[in-house]
Nanobody
Framework: VQLQASGGGSVQAGGSLRLSCAAS????????MAWFRQVPGKDREFVAA????????LHADSVKGRFTISRDNAKNTVYLQMNSLKFEDTAVYYC?????????????????????WGQGTLVTVSS
């Protein structure tokens, strides 16, 4: 599986962006997908994940109520709708797929559970 992220850009605080991650390969519909973000000098931070089995989303507290993750298995694509963006959301955003189809919920935020990463897309929020 290969992942191709897109949709990043520059936006003013309070604005919105939608990120997309297109996957190639036959296993997309049976793997959990997630978005992480990273700023220079800091560890990669979990943003959101969506389960393959029942499309249940999981969002980090820092983005809950503002960001929404979703997936379209027919299009092999996962999305991240980002509203009410803040300066501190500025980062490179990466999509990723889990190593297996059976990662427990509490481990979805652990980057070591993911074995394939997109190339990253930069989101810049100006205050």
């Amino acid at each position: 599986v290969q992942l191709q992220a897109s949709g990043g850009g520059s936006v003013q605080a309070g604005g919105s962006l939608r990120l997309s991650c297109a996957a190639s390969g036959p296993t997309f519909s049976h793997t959990d997908m997630a978005w992480f973000r990273q700023v220079p000098g800091k560890d990669r931070e979990f943003v959101a994940a969506v389960r393959w089995r029942n499309n249940v989303p999981l969002h980090a507290d820092s983005v809950k109520g503002r960001f929404t993750i979703s997936r379209d298995n027919a299009k092999n694509t996962v999305y991240l709708q980002m509203n009410s963006l803040k300066f501190e959301d500025t980062a490179v955003y990466y999509c990723a797929k889990t190593r297996t189809s059976s990662v427990i919920l509490s481990e979805l935020g652990n980057p070591y559970q993911y074995d394939t990463w997109g190339q990253g897309t930069l989101v810049t929020v100006s205050s």
